[in-house]
Structures are given as C-alpha cells and as structure tokens.
C-alpha cells in the first residue's frame, strides 16, 4: 500500500460519529493488542489553550530527558503532524503500516454503518505508535469534551481541565457548567485534576474531581501563574507552586499564555522528577506555530488562530502590548461560529479583509465581511482566498502597521506558506530518476510512469492547497509543460505535494499566467520566479561574508581532549593558536572553534569549562584576517566568545538552547543551524527517515524560522544538513548527493563531513580517510556547498579550487 492511498483511506473516515462513547475507539485498540494499557498518558482538556499547554508539557518534558509523544489536532500542513514522538511528526512508514493492520476489519464495520471516525482512528493510530516506540509518557490533547472523547479510552496520570467557554453546545451542553461539567471526566483517579476554571466553571469541575489543584492570577488559586509583560518576542511568566518556583519566559505571548504555562508546570511535577531549570528550558522551548506567531515587525504581522470571540478577546489583549499605528485584519472562519461576536471581539481594526480558507466548512467570505461590517467601523474588503487576502493587507500596510490573521486554524495555515513553503530543486538526468522523484510526491503509478518522459529537465516539488494543484496543472498542460499532483485527498484540509517539470521559458510564462489570479497563485508567481531566478534583479556581487565569492572552507580547531579526529592534540592556547595560523596561511576562510565534543556519547562540557577553552584562543586569533566561528550550543558561552572577537556562531543542536538565536541577532552575526535529532546523537538511536533530505528540509524550515522571528536574514542563517549526526552512511551519502535541494531554504549551506563514519560505506576508517575527505569535499562544492568544515586545509582548498575552476575556470585567471 502506498502512502497517499492510506491517507486516503483515513481521510474518507466520517468526522462525526453517530453515537456517544469510546466504544469504538476502545474496539480499534482492542484489535491491535490494546497498546493503551502499558502507556503512561496525559489528557489536557479546555476550550482554548489546550494545545499550547500540551505543546510546554512535552516540550518540557523532553527537556528532562524523557522520551515523549505528542497527540494533538487539527493540524497546519500534513495530518502526520497530529502525532509527534519525541518532536518529530509521523512517518509516512508507520500510518500505512497502522492503516494495513486495520483497514479489512474497519471496512467490514463501515458495511454495517459502525465504523470509527477521523478521529477515533487517528487517536488509535496514536497510542499504537506511542506503544511501538516505548514511549516514557504520552501527552493527549482532548478533542471535544472530555467525558466522551476518543482519548478518554486511556487511565491518565494527570490530567487537566484549561479553561472552559460555551462551545460545542449541541453536544456537550447550553451553558458553561455543563461544559466544565463533561470536560472534567478526563481528571485521572491517583492525582489531582489541574483547573484554569473560575467560578461556576470551577464549581462545575469539583462535582466531578474528588482533587482539583487550581492555577490562576489570585491568591485563592493553588498555584499563582502571573504574567510579567512582553520582553521583546518573548512574554515573562512566574510561577509559584507549592515548594517551587519558575521564572522564565515563553515564545507564547499573552497573559493566558502564563495560566497555561502554570498548568503544564504543575503537570510535568506530577509525573517527573524535573528540575528548575529543566522547568524554564522546556517552556521557552515550546513555539507552537499559529498561536500568535510574530512572523515579521516592520510592518507587524502576527498570525494567530484563534476562532471564537473568547481566543480573540485574548488575542486583542496580547495585541495591545505592541505599538502600530493602523491595523489591518485579514480574517476567515467556519460556518459552525459566532461570526457577529467574533467581529465583536477583534481588536478595533481600521482595515478588513475577509477571506475563505480552502477548506469545505469554510465560511463565505460575504458572509464574514457582513459580520465585520455590523461590528466594527473599519473598512472592509473581500478575497476569496487567504494568499490573496494577505497580499491585499500587506500592500496596504504602513511600516510602522500591524497585520493580524486571525479566524481560523486553516486561514493561518494558508497565510503561513508565505513564509515556510520551500519550491525544492530536484536533479532528474534520467528517465529512472524522473519516475523516483514523480513517485516520491505520492503521485500514482500510472501517472509516475505517463509523466516521466517529461521530467528529465527544471523539475520543482512543493506543497499547495487543491485548488491551487488542480490550476496549476492545467496551465502547465496548456505551455506544453507538465504538473504531477499527489494521489493524496485530505477533503480541502490537507496540502499536496506537486512535481512541477516545464523548459525555463514555460516556467516563465506560466509566472506571467498567474499574475493576478486568485487563491494566492499571484503571490505564488513571485515565488516561482525567486526559486528559478527569473525576471529578478541583479544580485549583490559584494562579498559580505567568506562564501559569498565561492565555497568558503571552515579549518575546525577542537580544543577538547576527546573530540574523534583530534582530540587532545591541540589542548593548550599555545598549540591551538598556531594550528589555527598554519590553517590560515593554508587557505582557509574561516577558523571554527569548539572546546565541546559532540561526537555520539560525547559527555557534556560544562558553561564555565567551555569558555576557558575557547576564549582565550579567540582572543589571540582576532586579529588575523580571517572569519572566526565558536563551535557551541551553548548561548552564554556564544556570547563570551562573540565578546572576545568571533564572528559566527556554530550551533550543532539546532538553536535547541532558546538564547541562542536571541544571542545572534543581538549581534547581528551569522548562525549555523545544523539538522540534529539529539545533540550528542545517542549511538542506541534508532531512527527513521522517509526520505532524510526532504524531512531534513521540513525540520530545518521551522529552525530557520526561529531564527529569521529573532531579526536575522536568511543570508546570515546558515544550513546545515547534518552529515553524521542520526543518519546511516547511505542516508549521509544522499545528503551528500542531493544537496542542491537545500538550496531551497534560501540559506546558504554548510558541509561536515571530514573524517566521519559515512566512508565507512566505501571501506575507508572513520578519522582516518583523508582521501575520501577530499572526494566528499568536491562533490560538495560541485554540487552548491557555500562552505566545507574540514580538518584538514590544505588537501581541502585544492579540492575546492578544482572544483570551482571547473564551473568557471575564467575566475583563477583573473
């Protein structure tokens, strides 16, 4: 079974059942074994907030050392986002194998008008996978309710109820005790029930619990969550509980943010020993995209998906800690809400653009103007898509503006591509390699082996919504190009992936097609003409930084006694120094300094033990001609070593430390961002790619998010695939091979692989293969690489200058 046809198989699942209870989910699970019963879970219930709190739980959890799932809904992109391990969606492997294990005995069921829902099955899926991967503890968000919902088939350890508004009144009742009533049927039977309810919300909650621990602002609640403010992106939130304390800050703005941080804080003291600083670290650690994500400050955009008038009321209120001038709205909702209160509730917009995500329970964007239009006295507009939408605000957006998305999950998810989709080149040569990439978008056979013949030259892969695949297919047929689309049918809630193939001219032409077209294909144009360099302005030929001018080489210098290829050789300052001037004079372009190993089961250095390595080396050396970069992911050590003269920062773990991309962009300097799933890598590890360079692309999107959310460009965020770290040998080499397609991420991109275990695969010694270095170093730098990390320089700048000489010989002349 393929991937898209599984998909399909869930996405055809009805949504709603047509009875109340967990039998059905309870029948699933029986069927595999009940793999709910050996799980330790936690259920997080409420009308808003629960996704954020169950996002700082995991993350804070995982942070204390534990191996944790994440299940929550909907999602932004791709359905396997719903079930996260240890903060990685999904495999494409593991949902076919869960739907051939159930499909026969679901179909029989369906014959009979008995079979689960979307969600019931998805819920399934989750614990399953959570069982299979010997998870230490399962982080559940409740769908509806919580007395009925699917994930109530587990026993939790702890559980929480967040806040509770009037919601979902046909089925969990008229009035907000009712509700507060059927939410609190998740509280767990040895452990207290945290609450984020007042009242008679409260009052409701303790009807059910027999031991409630409360958070909130005042002084009657259990444990006090208070919000301190807005400190640039970040809110500041202290946390009393009963014998502890947190002080930190959340990439969560807002005060409800603060009572949710206070409720995962209490959770995560329930079920694990954790630490203070654990406790600080994991909540700082928990973005959670479209929750009042700042995606630029000057015009202000913030996307925020909150879809009743309670999440929006908040939404004004962390708006107002911000200073603009006008406020353009680009809004779009479901038929299933208050439109009328929602309008009410926005925060005093002067401009409105009212839109319709590409979804079916989408609203009529009239519909929501009308709404606006009743509630508000700003000017309002209508667009039939998102993209559209928000080009419109944009356009009309001062610098000193703000514009919010708000509305709806799905409405932000549309908005969100503006500034995560990636356009990925793909090397097609032959008609073998046409078919495999076709494939790989989870086209169908026959439309793989019809479309391949005309693959072989500008091939593009991306995701877009259906309307937008379905438009973009057409006109590609129509120049004489083609357009494959995946087999996937997520019912309009779900991005495909499409295979692009046309000749530059017709890529050209079909850019100039969709100018002006709606369902965000205008601003999709601009996109494709940026991905293939067509109708764009010179680029700057003035060399900013080292590999501006060519591939950059990068001479490592490891003041550590235990690092794999030199470790110890270069220990004191004064040996350190003068390896660090004969890589110099070798050629080399930039010195990286590290005084950590990050080898697999590497032990960590302490902050302070760092800094006495380093520094004291930068120092000496900052006065070379040459650019200087601290290997660390460590931030306090990052700054002590931008301090004393660095220039780069090298982060291996990915900008895990939540200071790091905050120290950078005070700095104004360049970030490696290495993809890592755990930074030493665990030599125990087993981990599993679909496809190592395309989920390399998907996670390092986000990272560099992070970074470009912090005030960096994308020319200072540097990418790093990763060579070495939680991949095989064979999946090292397609790194290798395929690193054309990190090209779009729009970054530029780092190569290390000098002397490490991926040569293994063609018989050479890790630590010892300098020839095979060498080789790697070419391909690298033939194949687009803006720097190598080497050990050794002079083998490795001849390597890169024949390479370089080959693409433009005309350049050594001169």
Request: hydrophobic share 40%; with cysteine; charged share 25%.
């Given at each position: 079974m393929e991937f898209h046809e599984a998909a399909n198989f869930l996405f055809?699942?009805?949504?709603?059942?047509?009875?109340?209870?967990?039998?059905?989910?309870?029948?699933?699970?029986?069927?595999?074994?009940?793999?709910?019963?050996?799980?330790?879970?936690?259920?997080?219930?409420?009308?808003?907030?629960?996704?954020?709190?169950?996002?700082?739980?995991?993350?804070?959890?995982?942070?204390?050392?534990?191996?944790?799932?994440?299940?929550?809904?909907?999602?932004?992109?791709?359905?396997?986002?719903?079930?996260?391990?240890?903060?990685?969606?999904?495999?494409?492997?593991?949902?076919?194998?869960?739907?051939?294990?159930?499909?026969?005995?679901?179909?029989?069921?369906?014959?009979?008008?008995?079979?689960?829902?979307?969600?019931?099955?998805?819920?399934?899926?989750?614990?399953?996978?959570?069982?299979?991967?010997?998870?230490?503890?399962?982080?559940?968000?409740?769908?509806?309710?919580?007395?009925?919902?699917?994930?109530?088939?587990?026993?939790?350890?702890?559980?929480?109820?967040?806040?509770?508004?009037?919601?979902?009144?046909?089925?969990?009742?008229?009035?907000?005790?009712?509700?507060?009533?059927?939410?609190?049927?998740?509280?767990?039977?040895?452990?207290?029930?945290?609450?984020?309810?007042?009242?008679?919300?409260?009052?409701?909650?303790?009807?059910?619990?027999?031991?409630?621990?409360?958070v909130g602002e005042g002084d009657d609640a259990d444990v006090t969550a208070?919000?301190?403010?807005?400190?640039?992106?970040?809110?500041?939130?202290?946390?009393?509980?009963?014998?502890?304390?947190?002080?930190?800050?959340?990439?969560?703005?807002?005060?409800?943010?603060?009572?949710?941080?206070?409720?995962?804080?209490?959770?995560?003291?329930?079920?694990?020993?954790?630490?203070?600083?654990?406790?600080?670290?994991?909540?700082?650690?928990?973005?959670?995209?479209?929750?009042?994500?700042?995606?630029?400050?000057?015009?202000?955009?913030?996307?925020?998906?909150?879809?009743?008038?309670?999440?929006?009321?908040?939404?004004?209120?962390?708006?107002?800690?911000?200073?603009?001038?006008?406020?353009?709205?680009?809004?779009?909702?479901?038929?299933?809400?208050?439109?009328?209160?929602?309008?009410?509730?926005?925060?005093?917009?002067?401009?409105?653009?009212?839109?319709?995500?590409?979804?079916?329970?989408?609203?009529?964007?009239?519909?929501?103007?009308?709404?606006?239009?009743?509630?508000?006295?700003?000017?309002?507009?209508?667009?039939?898509?998102?993209?559209?939408?928000?080009?419109?605000?944009?356009?009309?957006?001062?610098?000193?503006?703000?514009?919010?998305?708000?509305?709806?999950?799905?409405?932000?998810?549309?908005?969100?591509?503006?500034?995560?989709?990636?356009?990925?080149?793909?090397?097609?040569?032959?008609?073998?390699?046409?078919?495999?990439?076709?494939?790989?978008?989870?086209?169908?056979?026959?439309?793989?082996?019809?479309?391949?013949?005309?693959?072989?030259?500008?091939?593009?892969?991306?995701?877009?919504?259906?309307?937008?695949?379905?438009?973009?297919?057409?006109?590609?047929?129509?120049?004489?190009?083609?357009?494959?689309?995946?087999?996937?049918?997520?019912?309009?809630?779900?991005?495909?992936?499409?295979?692009?193939?046309?000749?530059?001219?017709?890529?050209?032409?079909?850019?100039?097609?969709?100018?002006?077209?709606?369902?965000?294909?205008?601003?999709?144009?601009?996109?494709?003409?940026?991905?293939?360099?067509?109708?764009?302005?010179?680029?700057?030929?003035?060399?900013?930084?080292?590999?501006?001018?060519?591939?950059?080489?990068?001479?490592?210098?490891?003041?550590?006694?235990?690092?794999?290829?030199?470790?110890?050789?270069?220990?004191?300052?004064?040996?350190?120094?003068?390896?660090?001037?004969?890589?110099?004079?070798?050629?080399?372009?930039?010195?990286?300094?590290?005084?950590?190993?990050?080898?697999?089961?590497?032990?960590?250095?302490?902050?302070?033990?760092?800094?006495?390595?380093?520094?004291?080396?930068?120092?000496?050396?900052?006065?070379?001609?040459?650019?200087?970069?601290?290997?660390?992911?460590?931030?306090?050590?990052?700054?002590?070593?931008?301090?004393?003269?660095?220039?780069?920062?090298?982060?291996?773990?990915?900008?895990?430390?939540?200071?790091?991309?905050?120290?950078?962009?005070?700095?104004?300097?360049?970030?490696?961002?290495?993809?890592?799933?755990?930074?030493?890598?665990?030599?125990?590890?087993?981990?599993?790619?679909?496809?190592?360079?395309?989920?390399?692309?998907?996670?390092?999107?986000?990272?560099?998010?992070?970074?470009?959310?912090?005030?960096?460009?994308?020319?200072?965020?540097?990418?790093?695939?990763?060579?070495?770290?939680?991949?095989?040998?064979?999946?090292?080499?397609?790194?290798?091979?395929?690193?054309?397609?990190?090209?779009?991420?729009?970054?530029?991109?780092?190569?290390?692989?000098?002397?490490?275990?991926?040569?293994?695969?063609?018989?050479?010694?890790?630590?010892?293969?300098?020839?095979?270095?060498?080789?790697?170093?070419?391909?690298?730098?033939?194949?687009?690489?803006?720097?190598?990390?080497?050990?050794?320089?002079?083998?490795?700048?001849?390597?890169?200058?024949?390479?370089?000489?080959?693409?433009?010989?005309?350049?050594?002349?001169?």
């Open positions: 055809e699942l009805r949504r709603f059942a047509p009875r109340a209870g967990t039998d059905a989910t309870q029948d699933l699970l029986s069927s595999l074994g009940d793999p709910q019963e050996g799980l330790r879970c936690i259920q997080i219930a409420g009308s808003n907030g629960k996704g954020s709190t169950a996002r700082m739980v995991e993350r804070t959890l995982r942070e204390a050392g534990l191996d944790v799932g994440l299940y929550t809904s909907p999602h932004l992109d791709d359905v396997r986002e719903r079930i996260r391990i240890n903060g990685r969606k999904l495999s494409e492997a593991a949902l076919v194998e869960f739907v051939e294990s159930v499909r026969a005995d679901m179909t029989e069921q369906a014959a009979a008008n008995d079979s689960p829902t979307f969600f019931e099955t998805m819920t399934a899926l989750a614990l399953w996978e959570f069982d299979r991967q010997d998870i230490d503890i399962a982080v559940l968000e409740v769908g509806i309710g919580g007395r009925y919902d699917a994930t109530s088939v587990v026993d939790p350890v702890a559980s929480a109820v967040t806040s509770v508004t009037l919601e979902h009144t046909h089925i969990l009742g008229d009035t907000v005790e009712e509700i507060a009533y059927d939410k609190a049927h998740v509280a767990p039977e040895d452990a207290p029930l945290v609450a984020g309810t007042t009242g008679d919300a409260l009052a409701a909650v303790r009807e059910v619990a027999d031991d409630v621990v409360t208070t919000y301190d403010g807005r400190e640039g992106l970040e809110g500041a939130v202290s946390v009393d509980g009963s014998g502890w304390r947190v002080d930190t800050y959340l990439p969560l703005l807002g005060a409800h943010q603060a009572q949710n941080a206070g409720i995962a804080a209490t959770l995560c003291q329930q079920v694990a020993d954790i630490s203070q600083t654990d406790l600080e670290r994991g909540l700082r650690n928990a973005h959670w995209p479209g929750r009042f994500e700042v995606m630029n400050e000057s015009p202000l955009v913030v996307l925020d998906g909150a879809h009743n008038p309670g999440s929006i009321e908040r939404t004004a209120e962390t708006l107002s800690s911000f200073d603009y001038d006008n406020l353009h709205v680009v809004i779009g909702a479901m038929v299933d809400k208050d439109h009328e209160r929602i309008a009410a509730a926005l925060p005093d917009p002067d401009h409105v653009v009212a839109c319709q995500p590409n979804v079916d329970r989408a609203e009529s964007h009239h519909v929501v103007a009308a709404a606006v239009e009743n509630a508000t006295d700003a000017t309002v507009e209508t667009r039939s898509d998102v993209a559209g939408a928000l080009d419109i605000a944009l356009d009309a957006a001062d610098s000193g503006d703000a514009v919010l998305v708000v509305g709806s999950l799905y409405a932000v998810r549309e908005a969100r591509t503006n500034w995560s989709r990636s356009l990925v080149p793909k090397q097609v040569d032959s008609l073998a390699e046409a078919r495999e990439t076709i494939e790989s978008a989870h086209i169908t056979d026959t439309g793989a082996w019809r479309m391949r013949g005309k693959g072989v030259h500008r091939v593009l892969r991306t995701r877009v919504q259906p309307r937008q695949a379905q438009y973009l297919k057409e006109e590609l047929l129509s120049l004489g190009g083609e357009c494959a689309v995946s087999g996937l049918d997520g019912q309009g809630e779900e991005t495909l992936d499409v295979v692009m193939m046309a000749t530059m001219a017709q890529y050209k032409r079909l850019a100039e097609k969709l100018d002006g077209q709606p369902y965000g294909l205008a601003s999709f144009a601009d996109e494709l003409r940026g991905a293939l360099s067509i109708q764009q302005s010179e680029p700057d030929t003035s060399a900013a930084y080292p590999w501006d001018d060519g591939t950059a080489v990068m001479g490592i210098c490891n003041i550590t006694p235990d690092s794999f290829h030199d470790g110890g050789e270069y220990n004191a300052v004064e040996d350190a120094v003068a390896r660090a001037e004969r890589m110099v004079e070798a050629g080399a372009d930039i010195l990286d300094i590290g005084g950590e190993s990050t080898r697999p089961g590497a032990e960590p250095v302490p902050v302070e033990e760092e800094i006495d390595r380093v520094v004291p080396v930068i120092e000496r050396l900052s006065e070379l001609d040459v650019a200087i970069s601290v290997d660390t992911r460590k931030a306090p050590v990052a700054r002590a070593a931008l301090d004393a003269g660095a220039d780069i920062l090298n982060d291996v773990s990915g900008l895990e430390d939540p200071e790091m991309r905050l120290v950078a962009a005070e700095y104004d300097v360049p970030v490696v961002v290495m993809h890592s799933i755990e930074t030493p890598v665990d030599p125990d590890s087993d981990i599993h790619y679909d496809d190592v360079v395309e989920d390399c692309i998907d996670q390092l999107t986000e990272r560099i998010l992070l970074a470009e959310k912090a005030g960096l460009d994308r020319d200072q965020i540097i990418v790093d695939p990763g060579v070495g770290f939680g991949k095989s040998p064979t999946e090292d080499f397609k790194l290798l091979d395929r690193l054309p397609e990190f090209e779009a991420l729009g970054c530029p991109i780092l190569v290390g692989h000098s002397h490490k275990s991926l040569f293994g695969l063609v018989g050479q010694e890790a630590g010892d293969c300098l020839e095979a270095t060498i080789a790697g170093t070419t391909l690298a730098a033939e194949r687009g690489a803006d720097i190598v990390r080497v050990h050794d320089v002079p083998e490795n700048v001849a390597a890169v200058r024949v390479a370089e000489a080959a693409r433009d010989p005309q350049k050594f002349e001169d």
